[in-house]
């Protein structure tokens, strides 16, 4: 059964004067992502209506408004692949995604942080540091800008929010900055339940001939623009919001992610973001 964990009262008003200085200095890098207070601008009184009645299925402006930190921690499943994962978040801009597989003595590990504007990567195969693969930050944005519009749908940039003609539970999502989403809300409940977008994405290495010697090199993999789905499933309520406990991610292939924790509001401090010379 999954662990899910509420907001820590003892250390609360510590981390939240923390948060508010961090965001009166940080300036807002991700795409969409922070809760802070929403600036929706709506084209039609459709659009307005449901956004309005997502964020109250979601559990509302206060409780959403509250959170300011978090850590998820489950499983992904991509292909044949089965990992522990651990994904750190402290608003404004500051995030860490920790991927774990295989033993004692042989055990791979690969982090994907932005933190302090910056983004950076690492890997280690037991004791040595590994090449990582070539990984677009773009797509590092986006998917934590999908998980956190498809768990709270805030965001303190402008957005505007339009129907879209053939659906009344789809709606198109576009910053001044010119990024844009299309969201699907679920008819019954009103959550956000699909969240797709245009990504570019670096395919991965592959073995060529080179036409002059004739050799077999590696080389890096075409970038491509593929239509990325991210489907939000299975939300269970933790201080008042609806979190998914389901997340899959569909672009080139199919990622899963299964949250077995939700901590909300833990002690973060910029120190937990930094990626380590040696896991």
Known sequence: MADFIGRPQNNRLKILKYIYCAACCCAIMAVGCVLLTAQHT????????????????????????????????????????????????????????????????????????????EYRSAGFAGNFKRMMPPVDYRDEFNRFSCLMMGMLLKSDVPLTIASMTDSSNRFRVAKATGEQWEIELDSMEKYPNLISYEDAVILPMKMFQDPVTKMSVVGHGDTVVVNAVTRFKDRVAIDGVMFPKTIVFESRDITEVQLEKIQINPKLTLDDFEIPQQP
């Open 42 to 117: 709506t084209k039609d009184q459709k659009a307005a209506e449901a956004m309005a009645a997502a964020i109250k299925a979601l559990g509302g402006e206060e409780n959403i408004d509250g959170i300011r930190s978090l850590i998820l921690s489950g499983t992904l499943k991509s292909n044949s692949l089965v990992k522990k994962i651990e994904i750190k978040m402290l608003l404004p801009d500051n995030f860490l995604w920790i991927e774990e597989r295989g033993t004692v003595g042989t055990k791979i590990i690969d982090y994907y942080g932005i933190s302090k504007g």
